[in-house]
């Protein structure tokens, strides 16, 4: 399976649990949100390579691609202003972001909205089957997809 289906896979399945997790609590969806997070940052959940690279580039692997791939977008902004054709780098990033891996460290989480901190909704999500005990480390970031798991199950 090619990393970007797995990465479309890992969304779906988070979507599905968030949807899951939002019956524990009316205002579920103004509590609590989901992230791409690892211990090197976090952006917003995608299924857009180009915008995960952009948001948090330390997400993707391997590094050599990812610089290259930034290389590029700065010469095509280059281009653009210029006024000259660009069809050439959109071609080699879409080529380049094809070979572009999540890194098996990147979840997808649960953050919560910091004014709207909800001690016993927080219990209940901890509570929940949608939640990955095995790689949640805190309660104010709960796991609903590990892309090490992922990864493991495409094996």
């Known amino acids: 399976m090619k990393n970007t289906e797995i990465l479309n896979k890992a969304i779906s399945e988070a979507n599905s649990k968030f949807k899951k997790l939002s019956e524990l609590d009316p205002n579920f969806k103004k509590k609590a949100y989901m ?5 090197f940052g976090q952006c917003g959940p995608s299924d857009d390579l180009l915008s995960i690279l952009k948001e948090f580039p330390k997400a993707l ?42 890194k098996e460290e990147v979840n997808i989480e649960l953050r919560y ?5 909800d001690y016993e909704l927080i219990q209940k999500v901890m509570e929940s089957e949608a939640i990955s005990k095995e790689f949640t480390k805190s309660p104010l970031a709960p796991v609903l997809v590990s892309f090490k798991q992922a990864l493991a199950n495409d094996e």
């Open 61 to 102: 692997s391997p590094e050599d691609l990812v610089k290259r791939i930034k290389e590029l977008l700065d010469l095509k902004a280059t281009a653009i202003k210029e006024g000259k054709a660009t069809q050439a780098f959109d071609n080699e990033i879409k080529e380049n972001l094809e070979q572009l891996e999540i």
């Open 113 to 117: 909205n910091p004014g709207t901190l």
């Open 35 to 39: 992230v791409h997070s690892s211990k």
